[in-house]
């Protein structure tokens, strides 16, 4: 009977020992597991940021450009009531002289 108790004994120890690596490397695994679900979240929340950042930036140049738009579509009717340089009436005087003359030839 001391074989046989010998033998379930050490049978139970090295399953004992079986459990115990399965075990811790089961601990390691998970935390491995943990640590690339932590990290593909940090990526998807960076990639979610910079998304964000980018949209908002499209949406305030947008605002911008139809702002600027909206301060110029106005004055692009309208004629131009004085020059803009005090010389610049004398210009178009000459301009103005300048056809005739090319016309009358």
Not at 2 to 23: C, H, P, Q, R
Not at 60 to 75: N, R, S
Not at 85 to 98: E, G, S, Y
């Amino acid at each position: 009977m001391e074989t046989v108790d010998e033998k379930s004994s050490s049978t139970v120890t090295a399953n004992t020992l079986d459990i115990k690596v399965v075990a811790k490397r089961m601990d390691r695994l998970e935390s491995q597991q943990a640590a690339i679900i932590l990290s593909e979240t940090d990526i998807v929340n960076s990639k979610t940021n910079m998304r964000r950042y980018f949209l908002d930036s499209q949406k305030a140049v947008k605002e911008f450009l139809v702002a600027q738009l909206a301060h110029m579509i106005p004055l692009l009717g309208e004629k131009d009531k004085e020059p803009q340089h005090p010389n610049q009436q004398m210009t178009d005087l000459v301009r103005a002289n300048i056809k005739n003359v090319i016309l009358k030839d």
